[in-house]
């Protein structure tokens, strides 16, 4: 196993939200790239309005690493036109991989239909492009029954609409990794809640994002059933594996 292939490295913060300039902002959205092709990662996981310098950087290099963005970030309540329209232009600037945030309040509230039709034409959207589509729960809001009922519902879409060949191409991913919890408790990517949305997830493919930052909480990520790890630590991970390795 080597587990660079399972890592999203991870930098989604807008420079208002790092405290620093947009030119700083892009400085470490180039070295995560850069990062990313000197360490294999499977994949740069950035803000949309970056696609075009990080692809143009993956693609001078030769590397095999994806890109993929995040949309309607980190809310998820926007409306499915601006939903449908932002991930158009995400897949035009060339995108490989789409993040969406599901209308998980939406969702509490009961109107299933909603983030039926929401999973549904986002899936279609993506595979007619050729691209991976991930559907971002946010575990950290939702009860345990809410996962249970959610993951499932996105199972039921895949299976029902686009057939189990395509399960491959559609991840349950945790959490933003920007929710604010209660008191600071640990946000989507727990254990408790991975193992709650691989259960009732698969075969679709899981994404655990939100609080997976070292070496042995990936190794047990990937036991519990999960396919990519999305984390802004994605070097600390993969320097306590070479150092794991060295050690025997």
Same mark, same amino acid.
């Given at each position: ?11 989604l913060?807008?420079a ?7 030119k700083?902002?892009?400085? +470490?959205?180039v070295?995560l790239a850069?990062?990313?092709?000197s360490?294999?990662?499977k ?10 310098t %990080?692809k143009?950087?993956?693609?001078i290099?030769?590397a095999?690493?994806?890109i !993929?963005?995040?949309?309607?970030f980190?809310?998820?309540d926007?409306s ?9 232009k995400?897949i +035009?600037? !060339?995108a ?5 945030v %599901?209308?998980?309040?939406a969702?509490k ?7 039926t039709e929401? %999973? ?6 993506c595979?007619?492009n ?7 729960i946010e ?7 809410e996962?249970?009922?959610i993951?499932q519902?996105v199972k039921?879409?895949v299976?029902?609409?686009? !057939?189990?060949?395509?399960a ?7 959490s933003?990794?920007f929710?604010k919890?209660?008191?600071g408790?640990?946000? !989507?990517?727990t254990?408790?809640?991975i193992?709650?949305?691989?259960k009732?997830a ?7 994002a939100g609080g997976v ?6 190794? +047990?990520?990937?036991?519990l059933?999960?396919d990519r790890?999305?984390?802004s ?10 150092y794991?390795n060295?050690?025997?």
């Open positions: 196993m080597k587990i660079s292939h399972y890592l999203d490295a991870t930098y913060k807008t208002i939200q790092a405290g620093i300039t947009e700083e902002n892009l400085e +470490k959205v070295a850069k990062e990313a092709i360490y294999d990662y994949l740069v996981m950035i803000r949309s309005n970056y696609i075009t %990080v143009k950087i993956v693609s290099s030769g095999k690493v994806l !993929g963005t995040v949309i309607d980190p809310c998820g926007a499915l036109k601006q939903k449908i329209q932002e991930a158009e995400a +035009k600037l !060339g490989d991989e789409l993040d969406f %599901v209308n998980y309040n969702f509230k009961g109107n299933i239909d909603l983030v929401e %999973v549904t034409r986002c899936i279609a959207l595979l007619s050729q691209k991976i589509a991930k559907f971002i575990a950290a809001a939702l009860s345990n029954e996962i249970i009922v993951s519902l039921q879409i299976l029902e609409n686009f !057939g189990e060949e395509n491959k191409n559609v991840f349950v991913k945790s933003t990794g929710f919890t209660e008191k408790i640990p946000n !989507g990517a254990f408790e809640n193992m709650l949305i691989s009732n698969k075969p679709l493919k899981i994404k655990a930052r070292d070496y042995e909480t990936a190794l +047990k990520m990937i036991s059933g999960v790890i999305g984390t630590s994605s070097k600390e991970i993969i320097n306590k594996e070479q794991s060295q050690s025997y």
